[in-house]
DNA sequence: TTGACTTTGTGAATTAATGCACTAAGCCCT
DNA sequence: AGGGCTTAGTGCATTAATTCACAAAGTCAA
């Protein structure tokens, strides 16, 4: 069977396109019907050849002359992106974090309604918090299935977070966004991405550092993440 | 004045610094003395080779046919990093995520203890969280300057960081942890590093559709954040 | 229709990051 | 002392990402 070649996209690519479509968004709610790769460029603090290539590998959505319709190039990222739909998640750790996520806005408005929290603390398992009740991660798999669950965030301890994994791995969980400070091991048909708060501010703290020892003439830390490698 | 030169180290070994410093912690506690290049490559997840070209940036510390001392290797990165001191930080929005990190403990027990929490909202300040009593975002300079702070967290809403981060710049501070999906405005001496969790989840997403389109035959997402290119 | 102007899309050059493969150094055993 | 074994450090080839710079393709006004 002939499988419709889906373009290679870079991965640094992919890691600006969720940028792009934040600000593809404030256009469109201040009724900006079409900008240029220049302007879009200035907006997200890049070079505007990247833009122009970054977007072209999605097609040739632009016209000469003109530069890119706000709406159509949208649902193009979109499209592309896989955000045509929503994907629900589930929260494992019901800590501050875990529970703040739960309720966090910024997760549902774009796309990834939080549909269930679990944990293993007998203790947490029955309260309830922002409308939904903290399961038992042992349930997982039911869960996972009944709720059609395609995403999970482990907000647990470092030290539960593997075991954490393991649990979503094997209720059939292939995305997962990992909070705590540890190297995860996990099937490479599992993507992985880590938030590590902690990691971040040591960045910035090298760069703090790097002022004080030059004298506050070096330069600032890059501001971007790219999608990284293995 | 000749200035002691500091090596230049690559971005993208920066942000693996600290999660090579993470397993180190790890190693320590379970009083291992030493490891090899192999050994902690296979930890973090990547290339051994990587590794050794990630620490030979720090100097010439292991020992051929040995490998390197746990404790000293911590010492080194620390001194790298600039962590052989805490750096105080505080976070500008007591919305549910910012009073979640100014909770957390991933922040103290990494050496950036939060030292404040401000807000704009007059029926936030005063109120207290975790032992700390919510600022008026305008008192920002003084707290900066009483507090010693070095570093500030936005967890605003996205109107409100822009605000957030110039308020943060003018009270002098130079390194920012910012929250909210919004490119941030600021000049170029200051260090800005972006979390923004709907873009983690866009980027889960587009793994997640491409494995449906593909059949499951792709690969998952890359794991690792380099510290990427503004 | 034509010509000036704008802006995309992309080959090609450049720069950055990665990973291989080998040399240099040290340990340990006999 | 010497030979075998291990592992760091690094030059070099490769791959990925970025940026330049220009041709192609459109708009618009006269």
Redesign the interface.
């Not at 592309?80 to 955000?83: A, F, T």
């Given at each position: 069977m002939t499988?419709?070649q889906?373009r290679k996209i870079p991965?640094a690519a992919?890691?600006r396109?969720?940028?792009y479509?934040?600000?593809l968004n404030n256009l469109a709610a201040t009724n900006v019907l079409r900008f240029s790769s220049d302007e879009l460029a200035a907006?997200?603090?890049?070079n505007a050849a990247k833009v122009r290539k970054d977007l072209s590998y999605l097609g040739s959505y632009g016209t000469r002359g003109v530069g890119y319709e706000v709406t159509y190039l949208t649902h193009q990222i979109k499209r592309?992106?896989?955000?045509m739909r929503e994907?629900n998640?589930v929260v494992v750790g019901a800590g501050?974090?875990g529970?703040?996520?739960a309720?966090?806005d910024?997760?549902l408005?774009?796309?990834?309604p939080v549909v269930a929290i679990v944990d293993n603390d007998p203790k947490k398992i029955g309260r309830t918090t922002s409308s939904l009740t903290v399961g038992d991660v042992n349930d997982l798999k039911n869960i996972v299935r009944d709720e059609k669950i395609?995403?999970g965030v482990i907000t647990t301890s470092s030290s539960a977070s593997q075991a954490a994994a393991d649990s979503l791995i094997d209720a059939g969980i292939?995305?997962?966004?990992n909070f705590a400070?540890?190297?995860l091991?996990?099937?490479?048909?599992?993507?992985?991405?880590?938030?590590?708060?902690?990691?971040?501010?040591?960045?910035?703290?090298?760069?703090?550092?790097?002022?004080?020892?030059?004298?506050?003439k070096s330069?600032?830390?890059?501001?971007?993440?790219?999608?990284?490698?293995?």
């Open positions: 499988q419709l889906r991965d992919i890691a396109l969720p940028i479509l934040q600000i907006l997200a603090g890049v592309e992106l896989g955000l994907w998640v501050n974090l529970c703040a996520l309720k966090f910024g997760f408005s774009r796309g990834f395609s995403i292939k995305s997962i966004l400070p540890v190297v091991s996990t099937p490479s048909s599992v993507s992985v991405r880590n938030v590590d708060l902690g990691v971040e501010l040591q960045i910035l703290s090298y760069f703090e550092q790097m002022r004080i020892e030059t004298g506050g330069e600032g830390a890059p501001q971007l993440n790219t999608a990284g490698a293995r």
